[in-house]
């Protein structure tokens, strides 16, 4: 039986790919069979011809995933806007039998799959006849899910809006990861504080800027993923 995680974020760019990226490398170089999955992505880069995943490539190059980037997710778009945009633009919709199809490919492969999300928690993947949010498919995959947030300034009310939304819509939150923390800068030391005391949630580990390893215990990593 594979076990599974998702990974989302408090909004974008807060570094949600370089820390899965690192999730699965953990696991990887701890002897475990982990793989990564992602349903859509938008912003791909065009290579020879070749439309690539660039947060595929991240995470297998960092991971050493010997798999094709565009073979790890089920929908990649060039035009980089909102996934529902793209795919309204590309005219290509994205359906979720073809994400349970795909998903159910990766439990056959890994026994730890880490399916990364697109954006923020509250991401539209569709809104023309049908309406399809990332909160939707982290149900449709029955995953528990891990929320990447900045150190930075501003992060708590991200980090409990994003938990609070996620609660609300029974989504089971197993941790946050912090990324871009500096141990040596007070604000980030009282965040990280003041979030754990806020959502009764453990940070899980902090990542700083150019980490190329997490802090964390593997056993203890492994220990938020559950059966799927």
């Known amino acids: 039986m594979s076990k599974g995680i998702f990974i989302t974020a408090t909004g974008t760019d807060v570094g949600k790919t370089y820390v899965t990226s690192l999730i699965v490398k953990l696991l990887r170089q701890s002897g475990m069979n982990a793989g990564y999955y992602k349903a859509a992505l938008s912003g791909a880069d065009v290579v020879d011809g070749e439309l690539i995943p660039g947060d595929c490539k991240v995470v297998a190059d960092t991971a050493g995933l010997a798999v094709r980037p565009q073979d790890m997710v089920s929908y990649i778009y060039k035009t980089a806007v ?6 309204q633009i590309e005219k290509q919709p994205i359906e979720t039998d073809v994400i349970l199809a795909d998903f159910a490919k990766a439990k056959q492969q890994y026994d730890y799959i880490t399916v990364e999300g697109s954006g923020g928690i509250i ?37 409990v809006l994003t938990i609070d939304y996620a609660r609300s819509k ?7 990861i912090l990324n871009k923390y500096d141990n040596g ?22 990542v700083a800027n150019n980490d190329e390893n997490l802090t964390l215990d593997a056993k203890i990593l492994c220990e938020c993923y559950k059966e799927v």
């Open 123 to 159: 991401c539209p993947l569709r809104l023309d006849e049908k309406e399809l949010m990332l909160i939707d498919i982290i149900k449709l995959l029955k995953l528990d899910i891990i929320v990447v947030a900045s150190a930075e300034l501003g992060t708590i009310n991200s980090v």
């Open 170 to 176: 029974e989504i089971l939150v197993k941790g946050i």
């Open 185 to 206: 800068n007070f604000l980030h030391r009282d965040n990280k504080k003041s979030i754990e005391r806020l959502t009764g949630l453990p940070v899980i580990t902090c």
């Open 82 to 87: 909102s996934p529902h945009l793209a795919a």
